[in-house]
């Protein structure tokens, strides 16, 4: 009997044991889901629990209404202080207040059940616009809905009080297609009336209408100020251009030589630059007459006596301009680069400048600029801008770096710009045999006075001999750069002895090829530089021929053991104008037919691909 009792014992122990555990499973999982819930979305499970709201509505519509309540009872005491202080002077303001006040309650008591309904029933999204706009109204210094209410109502009875909260856009510092769509406007105004037309032009089109007025004191020159250039004035980490770019007030006294950044209110910048503004940074031989400009920050200045709704781009002539090289090299390649975004919606202010190279190059001047040229070293006038350019942006010789330039501009960009401003015919160059009888032309740049051709009538007859249509030109500073550019946009290949006539490439149609003939002297590489790179880039296609010692003069004025001929790399040590005198300037080239005679084959095989 005992055994019996004991074994039944031991089964409902058993039986018990297993409820128990079924119960922690049950009760685990439970906690395990509260937590789930608790953690991932604590508002479902709040609002669920007492039954009020939707898990998506409750939230937000019960933090409206919240704010709704507390602005309504901030704005009832404010009117009530306000109501008794204005009793103590007019005893009248008491009954007008107590006359509306009834019939205000009793439209607040409906509306209120009314905005009750409306906010619990509204949708998501259109909860959250409302909150975003109450937001922007307290920030900017209204009360909720009902302060928006009292604004309106305060409007009616004083609107001179009021004002038009300006656009962003007003403020804005814009970019150069921006600038062109303002109005521009008239000359000599002072700055109190451009004061005056700025604040009566402002627009508040593109606000919600819970913004559109405000009280005129959160408009104030310092919130607007704050929106200024906020980058250093000038960048000198450029090995060859020191370059200032500025938005905002600025102010150009060329009679002071200065550049004046008009700093805004609570602004703590003190920038004081000096430069020149043409791109020979460190040539001093090259910099030395120019004129220096002083760009700096300030908070005092002259006032404007004329205004500008375009940019401003200020830089330097004389240096080396009138050699054809650094024409393009040192102006209008940096200016094109620097400009051309602008699409003529710029005023070029040039100090130190050369008349007579304006009106060389006045066709490129007319294509970058819409406006007349200001001679800054004979200007007296204070201009006003918002944005200004002091210096060009430039690069290797000859060249534009996609990856700096603005809007990526390339060689291409600018080989395509000096066909189109001359008005040159061919973009491209023809394969062999699209025009019927038509030979391929070679152009040869010829020279007077140093690196000549000393067998031109030679080289002149091997090329006519396997093929070729050749013409003979020589470029120089008097040039008509008009007719010199319709020449060689006319050929397929141009050859000529290192020298600025080689610049003339940049008329040339897209693929056709330049021959650069390099001078004895180990000079390979900055012969490369000048040309190979620059009229690779713009799509032409490139041939370099270094002449051997019995085709330079220098064995006329050497002995063939002489060291100038050994080692000439030995004589660089002795710097680039050595160099420049030695190798360019007392050297004349005698082709050796037979042996460029390849070059030219090459040429034509590279026109019928």
């Known amino acids: 009997m005992k055994a019996v009792e ?10 018990e044991s297993r409820r128990l555990r079924l119960l922690v499973l049950v009760i685990g999982f439970f906690l395990v889901t509260l937590t789930f819930v608790v953690l991932c979305k604590p508002d ?10 939707s898990v998506d509505q409750a939230p937000r519509s019960l933090l409206i209404r919240h704010r709704h309540r507390v602005d309504a009872d901030d704005a009832a005491s404010r009117r009530s202080a306000d109501t008794l202080a204005a009793a103590a002077e007019d005893p009248k303001v008491v009954d007008e207040e107590g006359a509306g006040g009834e019939e205000a309650t ?48 305060d409007g009616h009875h004083d609107h001179q009080h009021k004002v038009t909260l300006p656009t962003v856009s007003n403020y804005t510092i814009h970019d150069a297609t921006e600038d062109n769509d303002n109005a521009k406007q008239e000359d000599g105004r002072t700055d109190a009336e451009q004061s005056n037309a700025g604040e009566g032009s402002q627009q508040s089109d593109n606000l919600p209408s819970s913004i559109s007025s405000v009280p005129m004191t959160i408009i104030h020159c310092a919130a607007v100020d704050t929106m200024a250039w906020d980058k250093p004035l000038c960048d000198f980490s450029n090995f060859r251009a020191n370059v200032c770019e500025i938005r905002g007030n600025i102010r150009i006294h060329p009679n002071a030589s200065s550049i004046m950044y008009m700093e805004p209110a609570g602004s703590k910048r003190d920038e004081q630059w000096k430069l020149k503004p043409y791109p020979r940074k460190g040539d001093e031989l090259c910099l030395g007459s120019l004129t220096e400009l002083t760009v700096k920050s300030s908070r005092v200045a002259a006032e404007c006596t004329k205004y500008h709704d375009v940019p401003a781009v200020i830089f330097a002539l004389t240096g080396y301009t ?28 040039i100090t130190d400048m050369a008349v007579w190279w304006t009106r060389k190059y006045a066709v490129v001047f007319e294509k970058l600029t819409k406006y007349p040229l200001i001679d800054f070293n004979k200007d007296d006038q204070v201009h006003c801008f918002k944005h200004a350019i002091v210096g060009l942006h430039a690069y290797m010789e000859f060249t534009i770096d996609p990856l700096k330039a603005p809007h990526n501009y390339t060689m291409v960009d600018f080989n395509r710009f000096m066909r189109r401003t001359y008005s040159l015919p061919r973009d491209v160059v023809s394969a062999l045999g699209e025009i019927p009888k038509a030979k391929p032309r070679l152009l040869i740049i010829s020279r007077q006075k140093t690196r000549m051709f000393l067998n031109l009538n030679e080289i002149v007859a091997m090329a006519e001999e396997i ?20 020449v060689v946009n006319s050929v397929d290949v141009m050859m000529g002895v290192h020298g600025a006539g080689l610049t003339n490439c940049v008329f040339l149609p897209h693929n056709a090829i330049l ?12 012969c490369r530089v000048d040309f190979g790179n620059p009229s690779e880039q713009m799509g032409l296609r490139y041939k370099h021929y270094s002449i051997g010692v019995h085709e ?58």
């Open 106 to 153: 009793n439209a607040k008591g409906t509306s209120a059940v009314e905005e009750q309904q409306r906010v619990l029933t509204s949708s998501e999204p259109e909860q959250g616009r409302r909150e975003e706009e109450a937001t922007a109204s307290e920030l900017l210094g209204g009360d909720g809905e009902e302060g928006r209410k009292a604004e309106e109502d």
């Open 467 to 486: 093929g070729y249509e050749v013409v003979v030109e020589e470029a120089n500073v008097n040039s008509n750069v008009a007719h010199f550019a319709k």
């Open 6 to 15: 004991r074994a039944k014992l031991v089964r409902n122990l058993r039986q």
């Open 515 to 526: 021959i650069q003939i390099v001078p004895w002297g180990a000079i390979d590489g900055i």
């Open 44 to 53: 479902a499970l709040l609002f669920n629990l007492n039954g009020g709201l």
């Open 322 to 349: 009138g050699n054809l090289f650094h024409d393009f090299t040192d102006v209008l390649v940096p200016l094109f680069t620097t400009a051309s975004e602008f699409n003529g919606e710029v005023q070029f202010l």
């Open 552 to 609: 330079s003069s220098l064995t006329e004025q050497y002995p063939l053991d002489h060291e100038i001929f050994k080692n000439p790399l030995a004589f660089h040590k002795n710097g680039f104008e050595f160099v420049r005198q030695t190798f360019m300037d007392k050297q004349n080239v005698r082709l050796d037919c037979k042996r460029f005679r390849h070059v030219l084959l090459e040429a034509l095989d590279q026109l019928n691909q």
